[in-house]
């Protein structure tokens, strides 16, 4: 048991619609990831938050969006949502962000399974 | 940049077999490494980490060691159950940079028979 939560864990959409994924971390762990898990794939990094500000992303294009509170809770939005979204999205929480924190340990939720048709 | 390559499965075991499924990195500076393991329908969980050269990392009877001379972090474990039944994640963080997202491998399906 990790403490990371994620809502909903599953959710079908049709393509062009918009979603909206959440992710709740432990407690003071002020860094937040979100990865990208196709199907027989391993995760892919979409983006990082620390603090509520946007810390790095990867190779996903700008459709792709995040927001992360004061609470510890995060949200990952896919505007205009295509086929090849479909995936098991995972956020990974973690204690610390920029100074010294790179090396720390992420813990995951169990995922949102998101089926694009 | 980074990189890990895992062993491909799937690898199939009897149950008290021996287990070893490779993996080898590519990175700048010392990264750190990882094992993740995801049981069928969950999400990711840790299960053992090594942040430092010739460190052993050890959780619920696996181990692996960092070697940086081979680059590599192989997991390994003396006798299996059904219940190690899953795919196994390799996965690093960088230390150096602006490198602070995990890169994983591709994954490895371990299948355990009783």
């Known amino acids: 048991e990790t403490g990371v939560t994620q809502s909903p864990t599953h959710l079908i959409k049709t393509r062009g619609q918009q979603v909206t994924l959440r992710c709740s971390s432990q407690?003071?762990?002020?860094?937040v990831s979100w990865y990208q898990q196709a199907l027989g794939q391993g995760p892919q990094f979409i983006f990082q938050?620390?603090?509520?500000?946007?810390?790095g992303r990867g190779n996903f294009p700008p459709r792709f969006s995040g927001l992360q509170f004061p609470n510890y809770s995060s949200e990952l939005n896919v505007n205009a949502l295509e086929l090849d979204d479909s995936a098991l999205y995972l956020c990974?929480?973690?204690?610390?962000?920029?100074?010294?924190?790179?090396?720390?340990?992420?813990?995951f939720g169990p995922g949102t399974r998101l089926l694009v048709l | 940049g980074n990189s890990v390559t895992q062993m491909e499965g799937p690898v199939t075991l009897s149950e008290e077999a021996f287990l070893t499924i490779n993996c080898t990195y590519t990175?700048?500076?010392?990264?750190?490494l990882f094992w993740y393991v995801q049981y069928p329908g969950e999400g990711l969980q840790l299960l053992l980490k090594?942040?430092?050269?010739?460190d052993k990392g050890s959780n619920k009877g696996f181990e692996a060691t960092y070697r940086k001379e081979t680059t590599s972090f192989h997991l390994e474990k003396g006798s299996v159950q059904v219940s190690d039944s899953a795919v196994y994640f390799c996965?690093?963080?960088?230390?150096?940079?602006?490198?602070?997202?995990?890169?994983f491998g591709k994954g490895t399906l371990l299948t355990v028979n009783p």
């Open positions: 990974a929480s973690s204690p610390t962000g920029l100074a010294g924190g790179r090396r720390e340990t992420q813990y």
């Open positions: 996965a690093l963080i960088n230390s150096g940079g602006s490198n602070y997202k995990l890169t």
């Open positions: 407690s003071g762990h002020n860094t």
């Open positions: 938050y620390y603090r509520e500000e946007e810390n």
């Open positions: 990175a700048t500076g010392y990264p750190s």
């Open positions: 090594a942040t430092k050269a010739d």
